[in-house]
RNA sequence: UGGGGCGUCGCCAAGUGGUAAGGCAUCGGCCUUUGGAGCCGACAUUCGCAGGUUCGAAUCCUGCCGCCCCAGCCA
């Protein structure tokens, strides 16, 4: 048994189920991820990714990678190359099967004579304008293009000199002929190519015409041998059209499946809003760390594992859902516990003076690297007269159940000794600009008496050897769940901007950090999990992105003590 | 007011006529040299609403209500 987990239902597997009890593929499962190299990868692809792959491997089957390319004004190599990338690191493998819908574009051209020839294709000459009004409105039925008509051998000649060039831009089309009068606007005779005189990322200038979406796409994953075409819901109403077109074609033909696409709280997921945050410079780039992009993640220190797992767990389903960014940092917590060294640092240091401790001696204290793996090991580090500990660990006029330093009060120095705070020290202000503390030669780490009980435990770090490091203290791009919601008329999502999702700080470091390798996890105890930044810091200098916090109980308290009375 | 979808706990989500899984969040308690982790426990008499069928309905029927998508030569 090497899987006890309960592999969750949907309502994909059980469509799949059904043509495979029918035979209707023959019990051949094949699915391809499609995405339009026009923009980064977010973490909503992210599903998309494991899913189609995820499902191949589960029925046994393959998964192609297929660029969605018809539109060259949008689209070019560096997205191409981004995304191959992203998908890799997911940890999926789309072996020899990497396709381009540009690849197709011969056989697409084929395919259409071959409906011209049937009479169910024509050249029409209408404007863009013109197009639309002849559409008709959603209540209001169409009427037929007055180029509707015509022969199947103009429509040939036309078409081929649609090819060769012999139109502007714009001044043509080739469209379907199916129904003006159809409840369902993607069948009032759609499109199928444009002229479009634009340079190709793939075929160059081989092309002035150019197929749509919906020409292109279903006929595509016929080529390929796909058998389930999984998409997001908005094209639930061009599933006739798909159909439609194989049919016609009598070609291989695919099921559409629709799901809903992800959506989490305090971000967005459009590529139209990612890229305004980019090109406004809001954020740094595509991989910024708070963008829900895959490369932003994956800068902000989140694991290919703990995005998949994230897959696994928010379901497939066609209900619209948000869900809870807690869901996602749950998943990153759960892999980062288990694989991520422990070291301390301190991110808004305040001096201690242990004053009982001789000024020259220097101890070496073992720490253990990660109490969830004890082959982790542990590490030396090293403790001395003058420390610094965490701002908010000491309080001079302590609340309730604030387990940490006061004036007077005995705390515990992980892996050290028990010290107690003796004098508070004060600038001209009133400023506490440092602690005198003594310490308790009997209480170290190992020692009998270091199991004497104790209220809190500090992480800290030794002055003289303490290491500087920037710090890049992250939370929500925005401050709402909801982005879109917002308070005023013509508003828009920019409003919602979370003024403190990027925070920088000057941190003393334990020393071991001062080589961290770029990519690498740490949990710095007590505070939460943090990689070392791919594009920041030099050699010596890290700067680390924080991922996310660690759950914070005192927070919570804290936070309570605060509004109730 | 045309067409296509969707409505099960705060957020997701199983369930497909036999009497509401699970996860996240939340709240208690235990444990702890990370207020971390872990462990134990609590958390939908009810499935958008109203009728109906049935011994029995979240599941079937009827009618309402609410939300989303579609009028790009974008995908």
Redesign the pocket.
């Given at each position: 048994m090497a899987n006890m987990e309960?592999v969750?239902?949907?309502?994909i597997k059980?469509i799949i189920n059904e043509h495979n009890a029918s035979g209707r593929y023959g019990g051949r499962v094949h699915t391809r991820f499609?995405p339009?190299p026009n923009g980064y990868l977010h973490i909503g692809h992210a599903k998309s990714i494991c899913l189609n792959f995820g499902i191949a491997e589960e029925y046994g089957g393959k998964c192609n990678l297929r660029f969605?390319d018809?539109?060259p004004v949008?689209e070019n190599v560096e997205y191409v190359d981004s995304i191959k990338e992203d998908i890799r690191w997911l940890g999926f493998d789309w072996e020899d099967r990497e396709f381009y819908a540009s690849d197709y574009f011969e056989t697409l051209y084929e395919y259409a004579v071959k409906l011209i020839r049937d009479g169910k294709a024509y050249v029409c000459e209408?404007?863009?304008e013109e197009?639309?009004a002849y559409?008709?409105?959603?209540?209001e039925t169409g009427r037929n293009s007055p180029y509707r008509d015509r022969s199947v051998e103009e429509n040939f000649d036309l078409f081929q000199r649609m090819r060769a060039g012999d139109y502007p831009?714009?001044?043509?089309?080739l469209r379907a002929k199916i129904d003006m009068a159809s409840?369902?606007?993607?069948m009032r005779d759609?499109?199928m190519y444009?002229?479009?005189r634009a340079h190709h990322h793939r075929t160059g200038d081989a092309w002035c015409i150019?197929?749509?979406?919906?020409w292109?796409?279903g006929q595509s994953d016929s080529i390929e041998g796909i058998t389930h075409s999984i998409c997001t819901?908005?094209?639930?109403?061009?599933r006739p059209l798909y159909d439609w077109y194989v049919t016609q074609l009598e070609i291989h033909h695919p099921r559409q499946i629709e799901f809903?696409r992800l959506n989490i709280?305090c971000t967005v997921m459009s590529k139209r809003k990612l890229l305004r945050l980019v090109q406004e410079g809001i954020v740094d780039g595509w991989d910024d760390p708070r963008m829900p992009t895959i490369s932003g993640l994956r800068r902000r220190g989140y694991t290919p594992g703990s995005l998949r797992d994230f897959s696994d767990?928010?379901?497939?389903?066609?209900?619209?859902?948000?869900?809870?960014m807690?869901?996602l940092?749950?998943c990153i917590?759960?892999d980062l516990?288990a694989h991520a060294l422990?070291v301390m640092a301190v991110l808004d240091p305040l001096k201690v003076v242990i004053t009982n401790y001789p000024a020259s001696e220097i101890e070496e204290m073992e720490a253990v690297n990660?109490?969830?793996d004890a082959t982790a090991g542990s590490r030396a580090v090293p403790f001395s007269r003058e420390l610094y500990i965490e701002r908010e660990d000491f309080m001079e006029d302590p609340p309730k159940?604030?387990?940490?330093l006061a004036p007077g009060r005995e705390v515990?120095l992980?892996?050290?000794y028990i010290i107690r705070c003796e004098e508070v020290i004060k600038d001209a202000e009133g400023n506490i600009v440092e602690l005198h503390c003594t310490y308790d030669s009997e209480?170290?780490?190992?020692l009998p008496q270091?199991?004497r009980k104790v209220k809190?435990?500090?992480?800290w770090v030794s002055a003289p050897h303490a290491v500087d490091a920037e710090v890049r203290l992250y939370e929500q791009l925005f401050d709402r769940e909801h982005p879109e919601t917002t308070d005023e008329e013509g508003q828009d999502f920019l409003a919602n901007l979370n003024p403190a999702s990027l925070q920088i700080v000057q941190a003393k470091v334990e020393p071991s950090l001062a080589s961290a390798m770029a990519g690498t996890h740490f949990?710095f105890?007590?505070k939460g999990y943090f990689t070392v930044d791919s594009r920041y810091g030099k050699k010596g200098a890290p700067v680390f992105n924080r991922t996310v916090t660690?759950?914070?109980?005192?927070a919570?308290?804290h936070k309570g003590q605060k509004t109730t009375p």
């Open positions: 309960t969750q239902s949907n309502f059980q499609p339009e969605d018809t539109n949008k209408l404007t863009g197009i639309r559409r008709g409105t959603l209540t831009d714009g001044s043509r089309t409840p369902n606007l993607n759609p499109i444009r002229i479009l150019y197929p749509t979406y919906d292109a796409h819901l908005e094209f639930e109403d061009h809903a709280t767990r928010v379901g497939v389903a066609k209900k619209e859902s948000t869900i809870d807690a869901l940092e749950h917590r759960e516990n422990r990660n109490p969830e159940k604030f387990f940490r515990r992980r892996y050290a209480t170290r780490s190992g270091a199991n809190g435990t500090l992480h949990q105890e007590r660690l759950r914070d109980t005192w919570k308290i």
